[in-house]
């Protein structure tokens, strides 16, 4: 298989994975011992890799997220708790769903090593948010947990290269969620407000968007090379099949 076939391949299980940590209860209590509310917990969760920033930066990093919506998370976690340690917490509890989760997954050792060089090799221009993230330290020890941490950073770099696909195509960010599989529920749940344009002209940009993110996360697969592209696939299969994924809408998710 190619490096783009590779990415192509890798990318619905990585978005799925790399976000399982979110969906966990255990997960979610941890906004309520920080004090702040479950949407502020997932904006600054997410944005909070760029330190101290204002709600418009975070929100152009975001991108899919309404400014409004993200103005509204940011500014409710920033007046309890600074925006770095949310991230921290949220990579914390991250680790700890991998370690769960993912230490007895067969061959979860490996896939830690493929996915921690692809997360090395990824090109990180244009995507301020992925870079902010593969700076910030592992606390995870275990094969599961640096696995879980990996594949947050690999769904943080999808994410940017399909935003940045996005604007190259023409598009809003808006208008590419409405275009996705979830429409106009897709753009609510990101906080975008009715009314909204017309969907039709915009399916074919979003299909030519998806394929521009394949071949931007060309470098953190070409690394790899062919044979340890197709075992990283069997690997993510394996531990999809184990975690119980739950379908995403994609990158923007």
């Known amino acids: 298989m190619t490096p783009e076939q590779v990415a192509a391949a890798s990318k619905p299980m990585v978005l799925d ?20 509310s479950g949407w502020a917990f997932y904006v600054s969760g997410r944005a909070g890799a760029l330190g101290d920033v204002r709600a418009e930066t975070a929100a152009a990093a975001l991108g899919f997220i309404a400014p409004d919506a993200v103005a509204d998370g940011w500014d409710n976690a920033a007046r309890t708790v600074r925006p770095f340690e949310v991230a921290a917490a949220t990579l914390a509890e991250c680790c700890r769903w991998g370690s769960q989760h993912l230490d ?24 301020p948010l992925f870079a902010a993230w593969r700076a910030m330290p592992v606390p995870g020890r275990t094969a599961g947990a640096r696995a879980a941490a990996a594949l947050r950073l690999l769904r943080e770099h999808f994410a940017g290269a399909y935003l940045l696909a996005v604007r190259a195509s023409g598009m809003t960010p808006l208008e590419s969620v409405l275009a996705g599989p979830e429409g106009e529920a897709g753009a609510m749940a990101c906080g975008w407000a009715p009314p909204y344009p017309p969907v039709g002209p915009l399916v074919r940009r979003r299909l ?5 993110t394949d071949r931007l996360a060309v470098p953190a697969f070409a690394a790899l090379g062919p044979v340890d592209g197709v075992e990283l696939l069997d690997l993510l299969t394996a531990a999809r099949a184990q975690s119980g994924p739950v379908a995403r809408s994609g990158p923007a998710a």
Not at 21 to 30: A, Q, V
């Open 17 to 36: 994975l790399g976000d399982a940590f979110s969906r966990c209860p255990i997960t979610l209590r941890r906004a309520r011992l920080l004090g702040i």
């Open 104 to 127: 007895s997954v067969p061959g979860v050792e490996r896939l830690a090593g493929l996915l921690e060089r692809a997360v090395g090799a990824a090109d990180a221009s244009g995507m």
């Open 208 to 212: 030519w968007a998806e394929a521009v």
